[in-house]
């Protein structure tokens, strides 16, 4: 979709004189103003007939969101495979190299994918892609001091490969809800049915949970000790 505003682009306007001299092409007020609501008024009508002789029906929704993690280490692994895509972006050279590593260690030449704030499903192929590229990434980013310290660590490989293992199967559901050559509605109960079994197997999910609650006590703890220690420190002196 497009803003109204195109209408008004001289790029635009200048490609419309070319595909039709004759047409005057109105401005984005009347788009705004005039043919879109017309349009949309006449659509609703027709589908509120149709409606009214259906006995059943089903309809999909194209929806986004973006929920924020508070999880820090998921914060910093996340952070990670975005300057690590970045990296590669912006140099040939590393392009060059990365094709180079590689062929050395047979990995599949691939691309990497940059994550889009509208299309949750390429965080998870981001993270998924640097995995999948993690020996090559190793190999070219240490030879280089400016970025040697983007090569990921044991740690990072670690929540990386949860947080795979545990958006995996959301992008399954969502391609399995969003498909347009079947009725989606009837996957709905056994997918909430699935995802219900792996919330409550020890699966990513567990693992991630409990990665946070152990971080979560160690700040409870580190908090209580800087507290006994400076009312210790107060007792002494008085």
């Not at 889009?116 to 390429?122: E, F, Y």
Request: aromatic share 10%; charged share 30%.
């Amino acid at each position: 979709m497009m803003p109204f505003t195109t209408v008004e682009n001289v790029g635009f306007r200048k490609m419309m004189s070319v595909i039709d001299p004759k047409y005057e092409l109105p401005g984005r007020r009347y788009f705004s103003h005039t043919a879109i609501p017309k349009l949309y008024g006449e659509v609703r009508e027709r589908v509120e007939e149709q409606l009214k002789s259906a006995s059943y029906f089903a309809t999909t929704a194209d929806l986004w969101s973006k929920t924020v993690n508070q999880d820090k280490q998921v914060d910093r692994a996340v952070g990670f495979c975005k300057k690590v895509v970045a990296a590669f972006s912006f140099s040939w050279k590393k392009k060059r190299d990365l094709a180079a590593a590689q062929e050395e260690y047979n990995l599949p030449k691939h691309k990497f994918v940059s994550e889009t704030p509208t299309r949750w499903g390429s965080h998870q192929q981001m993270v998924k892609r640097v995995l999948e590229q993690k020996r090559a990434i190793t190999e070219v980013l240490s030879k280089d001091k400016k970025t040697r310290s983007l090569v990921p660590t044991w740690q990072d490989v670690d929540i990386l490969e949860s947080i795979d293992a545990a958006l995996s199967p959301l992008l399954e559901f969502t391609d399995a809800l969003s498909g347009e050559s079947y009725v989606s509605v009837s996957f709905l109960k056994p997918v909430c049915l699935t995802w219900h079994v792996l919330l409550t197997q020890d699966s990513s999910f567990s693992t991630l949970r409990r990665r946070r609650e152990i971080h979560q006590r160690q700040s409870h703890v580190g908090d209580a000790e800087g507290r006994e220690s400076c009312c210790g420190k107060g007792r002494r002196v008085q």
